[in-house]
């Protein structure tokens, strides 16, 4: 919770997350903070890399449980990049889980989906 | 017996082609036509009337054939207005459209049959704009046998046939392995409640654009359908529509690989149609319909839990996307605040009522699903709740449910709950819902859809399947 006070996130965007933060989340957030100055997109990207990552896209199948938190982190990912209202964004960010979840159905390595989100928001 | 009418409508391009399907329909339905013909007319020397099929790619093709057989670059001896007499301030350098106009129809004739256009599989009615943008007017005079006291036979197949055409347009260009498992949901029918709200307010702004309108609503739709294919594997579900779900069939990994897909295409759509309440409007709605869902599962702990808690997870399972429809369609159009909001407080209440119908549904033998489902598979569901507590049936259903349920059990839970009186109490409470649904209509102007919008509510309830 500390570690969380220091980023300064609001409540209502982590909530029914804030387990997530030390499993991965809060590091993909720092990480995503170096490539953007808004901390609404940057927990966005860090939102979209762990819900693929807990929902075992092109790994493993997800526990029920798993499936829906991820789910909620896809969708809260939608609703903070709506927030932000960059539609450019919002259309990047779908093509990387359109891209990712079609690769692993189609049996394709998948690149790495930090390099995706990245590579969005560098544009 | 002739009934006359006018249709007027704001178009926004240079070149545009408007669909009248749906509006002529209402038309028809508003004067009570059950068979004979309407006539449209062109009130204008640079608008016509053309019968064809509403694909986006197709209508780029007419208008870039009109520009290439009538140039709006060309010379035209009706732009030369030195040569012209009385020629109007403010006349524009339109002859290329009045050329274009030739290629086309002014007026033409449709039949009518049991209430509804005579058009085939492929047929829509549009008004071809060729000088806009501006304010368009035409005729209608609708002759033939009317039903004594107006208020025509419904159609069966509008206003989704052009939503339907989206659907299969979108799916069309996905990757093989995700297409195939969503075409064979969507394709297997589905009540597409929330793409037909969305065609409904679609139509209450000024801005309204059957294309774009269709576009949301399909976007919607794969949304829903999205939602279904993750909840048939945490549920654990085989079957949903009579066939296997994607997960019974294509295993967990492909079911999930297909929700997210298609969570994320129907939000690149959405985006795409930029419109950022809309795309407020949507996110909002799919964060509610994930917090629910983990809420639901969490509860399935303290089965079968209480009115409160089942009203919080139904909110955002099911009303949540159904009041987003509503709203998101409103919204697409540019209507006012009043009316979004109206229809906000509509969305949400008929969701509420269509989950408790839902529920009732599922003690009916004639819902198609089998007897006592929501009790085999510890779904939340208002009957039960009821039944658990009532005084004489309640310790006997809250012992069943605390053990393992067997047929025999379930079939026991079953006969109390039906003999509790809850199902009466929970389809009172739906009915009473779906009347202050149709309330929430009452003061704004949704004149045009307000009689689809209330037989859609009631239909949500009335229903045994």
Same mark, same amino acid.
């Given at each position: 919770m500390s570690e969380r006070a220091t980023v300064e996130i609001p409540d209502r965007d982590l909530e029914s997350l804030d387990s997530l933060w030390s499993g991965g989340l809060g590091e993909a957030y720092n990480a995503f903070l170096r490539e953007t100055e808004d901390a609404r997109v940057a927990l966005a990207a860090a939102m979209v890399e762990i819900g693929i990552k807990l929902q075992g896209i092109g790994s493993h199948v997800a526990a029920h449980g798993e499936l829906l938190l991820g789910d909620l982190c896809l969708a809260r990912a939608s609703r903070l990049l709506a927030d932000v209202g960059d539609q450019h964004l919002q259309i990047a960010f779908a093509r990387v889980v359109e891209r990712v979840s079609s690769d692993a159905a189609a049996g394709v390595p998948a690149p790495g989906v930090r390099p995706l989100l990245m590579a969005a928001l560098a544009r | 017996m002739i009934v006359s009418r006018r249709l007027r409508f704001d178009t926004e391009q240079p070149t545009q082609f408007i669909d009248l399907t749906s509006r002529l329909q209402d038309e028809i339905h508003a004067s009570g036509l059950r068979a004979g013909r309407l006539f449209l007319q062109s009130l204008h020397t640079t608008l016509g009337v053309v019968v064809n099929e509403n694909e986006p790619l197709l209508l780029a093709d007419f208008e870039a054939m009109l520009d290439r057989l009538a140039p709006a670059g060309s010379v035209y001896l009706?732009?030369?207005?030195?040569?012209? *007499?009385?020629?109007?301030?403010?006349?524009?350098?339109n002859g290329h459209a009045h050329c274009r106009l030739l290629l086309l129809a002014p007026a033409m004739t449709l039949l009518v049959e049991e209430g509804t256009?005579?058009?085939?599989?492929w047929q829509s009615v549009f008004a071809a704009?060729?000088? @806009?943008p501006r304010s368009r007017e035409l005729a209608l005079q609708l002759e033939g046998d009317f039903v004594p006291g107006g208020r025509g036979v419904l159609p069966h *197949?509008?206003?989704g046939d052009l939503v339907e055409v989206e659907l299969a347009r979108q799916l069309?260009?996905?990757?093989?392995p995700v297409q195939l498992p969503m075409r064979r949901l969507v394709e297997?029918?589905?009540?597409r409640l929330r793409p037909t709200l969305v065609s409904l307010t679609g139509r209450?702004?000024? @801005? =309204?654009?059957p294309l774009r309108t269709s576009t949301l609503a399909a976007a919607i739709e794969l949304i829903h359908s999205a939602t279904l294919v993750h909840d048939d594997y945490v549920d654990e579900s085989p079957t949903r529509r009579g066939r296997a779900t994607v997960a019974a069939r294509e295993g967990p990994a492909r079911a999930i690989e297909v929700g997210d897909y298609y969570f994320a295409k129907a939000t690149r759509v959405i985006a795409e149609l930029g419109s950022p309440p809309v795309t407020s409007t949507v996110a909002q709605a799919m964060e509610a319909i994930c917090r629910a869902q983990i809420d639901d599962v969490a509860l399935r702990g303290q089965y079968p839990g209480d009115r409160t808690s089942y009203l919080r997870v139904v909110q955002g399972k099911t009303a949540a996307l159904m009041s987003a429809a509503c709203v998101a369609g409103a919204q697409l159009a540019g209507a006012g605040e009043d009316v979004v909001g109206s229809v906000r407080r509509y969305g949400e209440l008929v969701g509420i009522a269509f989950q408790m119908a839902d529920d009732v549904v599922? =003690?009916?033998?004639?819902?198609?699903?089998?007897?006592?489902q929501d009790i085999r598979q510890r779904t939340l569901s208002l009957p039960l709740i009821y039944a658990t507590e009532d005084r004489e049936v309640g310790p006997e259903v809250r012992e069943l449910l605390a053990g393992e349920l067997s047929d025999s059990e379930v079939e026991r839970v079953a006969e109390l709950v039906i003999a509790s009186g809850a199902l009466e109490r929970v389809g009172q409470e739906a009915r009473e819902m779906v009347r202050e649904a149709v309330e929430e209509l009452?003061?704004?102007?949704?004149?045009?859809v307000r009689s689809r919008l209330v037989e859609l509510a009631h239909s949500a309830v009335d229903r045994v399947s």
């Amino acid at each position: 919770m500390s570690e969380r006070a220091t980023v300064e996130i609001p409540d209502r965007d982590l909530e029914s997350l804030d387990s997530l933060w030390s499993g991965g989340l809060g590091e993909a957030y720092n990480a995503f903070l170096r490539e953007t100055e808004d901390a609404r997109v940057a927990l966005a990207a860090a939102m979209v890399e762990i819900g693929i990552k807990l929902q075992g896209i092109g790994s493993h199948v997800a526990a029920h449980g798993e499936l829906l938190l991820g789910d909620l982190c896809l969708a809260r990912a939608s609703r903070l990049l709506a927030d932000v209202g960059d539609q450019h964004l919002q259309i990047a960010f779908a093509r990387v889980v359109e891209r990712v979840s079609s690769d692993a159905a189609a049996g394709v390595p998948a690149p790495g989906v930090r390099p995706l989100l990245m590579a969005a928001l560098a544009r | 017996m002739i009934v006359s009418r006018r249709l007027r409508f704001d178009t926004e391009q240079p070149t545009q082609f408007i669909d009248l399907t749906s509006r002529l329909q209402d038309e028809i339905h508003a004067s009570g036509l059950r068979a004979g013909r309407l006539f449209l007319q062109s009130l204008h020397t640079t608008l016509g009337v053309v019968v064809n099929e509403n694909e986006p790619l197709l209508l780029a093709d007419f208008e870039a054939m009109l520009d290439r057989l009538a140039p709006a670059g060309s010379v035209y001896l009706h732009d030369d207005f030195e040569r012209r *007499h009385g020629v109007p301030a403010d006349e524009p350098a339109n002859g290329h459209a009045h050329c274009r106009l030739l290629l086309l129809a002014p007026a033409m004739t449709l039949l009518v049959e049991e209430g509804t256009l005579v058009l085939g599989r492929w047929q829509s009615v549009f008004a071809a704009e060729l000088d @806009g943008p501006r304010s368009r007017e035409l005729a209608l005079q609708l002759e033939g046998d009317f039903v004594p006291g107006g208020r025509g036979v419904l159609p069966h *197949h509008h206003p989704g046939d052009l939503v339907e055409v989206e659907l299969a347009r979108q799916l069309a260009v996905d990757p093989k392995p995700v297409q195939l498992p969503m075409r064979r949901l969507v394709e297997a029918g589905g009540k597409r409640l929330r793409p037909t709200l969305v065609s409904l307010t679609g139509r209450l702004g000024t @801005g =309204y654009d059957p294309l774009r309108t269709s576009t949301l609503a399909a976007a919607i739709e794969l949304i829903h359908s999205a939602t279904l294919v993750h909840d048939d594997y945490v549920d654990e579900s085989p079957t949903r529509r009579g066939r296997a779900t994607v997960a019974a069939r294509e295993g967990p990994a492909r079911a999930i690989e297909v929700g997210d897909y298609y969570f994320a295409k129907a939000t690149r759509v959405i985006a795409e149609l930029g419109s950022p309440p809309v795309t407020s409007t949507v996110a909002q709605a799919m964060e509610a319909i994930c917090r629910a869902q983990i809420d639901d599962v969490a509860l399935r702990g303290q089965y079968p839990g209480d009115r409160t808690s089942y009203l919080r997870v139904v909110q955002g399972k099911t009303a949540a996307l159904m009041s987003a429809a509503c709203v998101a369609g409103a919204q697409l159009a540019g209507a006012g605040e009043d009316v979004v909001g109206s229809v906000r407080r509509y969305g949400e209440l008929v969701g509420i009522a269509f989950q408790m119908a839902d529920d009732v549904v599922d =003690y009916s033998a004639e819902s198609g699903k089998p007897p006592g489902q929501d009790i085999r598979q510890r779904t939340l569901s208002l009957p039960l709740i009821y039944a658990t507590e009532d005084r004489e049936v309640g310790p006997e259903v809250r012992e069943l449910l605390a053990g393992e349920l067997s047929d025999s059990e379930v079939e026991r839970v079953a006969e109390l709950v039906i003999a509790s009186g809850a199902l009466e109490r929970v389809g009172q409470e739906a009915r009473e819902m779906v009347r202050e649904a149709v309330e929430e209509l009452a003061p704004v102007p949704v004149d045009g859809v307000r009689s689809r919008l209330v037989e859609l509510a009631h239909s949500a309830v009335d229903r045994v399947s």
